[in-house]
């Protein structure tokens, strides 16, 4: 599994780079705060939500801890989408939050 770390990933933002990015976290852990622009599918809803998910795209899926957005990202892989998993989640995002 593809894994980016979420200092990598607030670099690859920093860095004016267009990403797609799915907080697979619950809504009222979103709504404490979420990374600027970020899609939110709950991890329970993924597979019924797959039609919103482009296969042509790479996506870094985010959760609390990495935890999560792992288990996303192993469903996602067999499904044939393009993921990276950001590890340690939002734990370790020290970026700008909305």
């Known amino acids: ?3 980016i770390t979420a200092k990598e990933l607030e670099q690859k933002l920093s860095n004016g780079e267009q990403l797609h990015i799915i907080d697979v976290r619950e809504d009222i852990e979103v709504a404490a705060g979420k990374i600027p622009g970020v899609k939110h599918i709950p991890l329970g809803q993924i597979p019924e939500r797959l039609d919103e998910i482009d296969k042509n795209k790479h996506y870094y ?3 609390r801890s990495g ?3 792992s288990n996303a990202c192993a469903f996602l892989s067999k499904e044939g ?3 990276s998993n950001v ?3 939002m734990m370790n995002w020290n970026g700008e939050v909305e």
Do not use: L
Request: proline fraction near 0%; charged fraction near 15%.
């Open 81 to 83: 989408y393009n993921v």
């Open 67 to 69: 935890a999560r957005s």
């Open 61 to 63: 899926m985010v959760c």
């Open 1 to 3: 599994m593809k894994q």
């Open 87 to 89: 590890t340690g989640g």
